[in-house]
């Protein structure tokens, strides 16, 4: 049902900017990109969102194409406890007309030493 | 101070039986969830409560009851307990239920339940 595609998997050396894509080419116009991430055992952890600007906050940056088909969240200098499963997510409606979060698969980063 | 709250965090227990698990958030907010992850760590939406009212309702047996005494509790009673129940049951909550103004979509999750049938 998720909206989005993301790579399986990336590995990032500690220290370095990690960047993680995302595939929404069936985004519409009032829809906002999400980003969590997930800690092994932990609950999913909101990063960030944005809707066509690009964003920044204290943990990551968004970048969001022009078309808005793509997004890249970007850590901008990568530690050994940014090893997570990361989730791109559109939300999309469920049956009752309301809107769900619906997480894919999500690309697991590795920050190596 | 724990944003969103859940107990137990673990729970062991035999095939047929029927348990509980509490969520409780202190952020104000007026949505709640409750997701599930399986062994394959895929995570689904299960229920969405928005001021005490169930608005999501995903294809879950009727052997789960959301139940919503109050915006700040969700509880998820589970009848009749089978082998395939086994995972880490979520709670979340958002300050509404995605009216598209971006900020009140963001979810807070609870630290999980593991719940092992045996």
């Known amino acids: 049902d998720a909206k989005t595609t993301q790579p399986t998997s990336m590995d990032c050396a500690e220290g370095r900017a990690a960047n993680l894509p995302c595939n929404h080419s069936?985004?519409?116009?009032?829809?906002?990109v999400y980003w969590y991430r997930q800690i092994h055992s932990q609950g999913p952890q909101y990063i960030i969102h944005g809707l066509k600007n690009n964003e920044t906050n204290e943990m990551a940056s968004l970048i969001i194409t022009e078309d808005r088909k793509s997004s890249t969240l970007i850590l901008p200098h990568a530690t050994l406890r940014d090893t997570a499963v990361y989730y791109c997510?559109?939300?999309?409606?469920?049956?009752?007309?309301?809107?769900?979060?619906?997480f894919g698969i999500g690309t697991k980063l590795q920050v190596i030493p | 101070d724990t944003a969103v709250s859940q107990t137990p965090k673990y729970l062991v227990t035999q095939m047929g039986n029927d348990k509980s698990i509490k969520c409780e958030q202190n952020?104000?907010?007026?949505?709640m969830y409750w997701y599930k992850q399986d062994s394959k760590k895929f995570l689904k939406i299960m229920f969405s409560y928005n001021n005490k009212e169930l608005i999501i309702n995903e294809t879950v047996p009727n052997r789960f009851s959301p139940k919503s005494p109050d915006k700040a509790h969700l509880n998820l009673h589970i009848n009749s307990l089978e082998l395939g129940d086994s995972a880490v049951y979520f709670c979340?909550?958002?300050?509404?239920f995605g009216s598209g103004r971006g900020f009140g979509d963001t979810q807070y999750f609870g630290p999980g339940t593991r719940l092992t049938v045996l």
């Open positions: 952020l104000g907010h007026d949505t």
């Open positions: 997510i559109v939300r999309v409606e469920s049956s009752g007309g309301y809107q769900k979060v619906t």
């Open positions: 069936t985004i519409s116009g009032n829809e906002y």
């Open positions: 979340a909550s958002s300050q509404d």
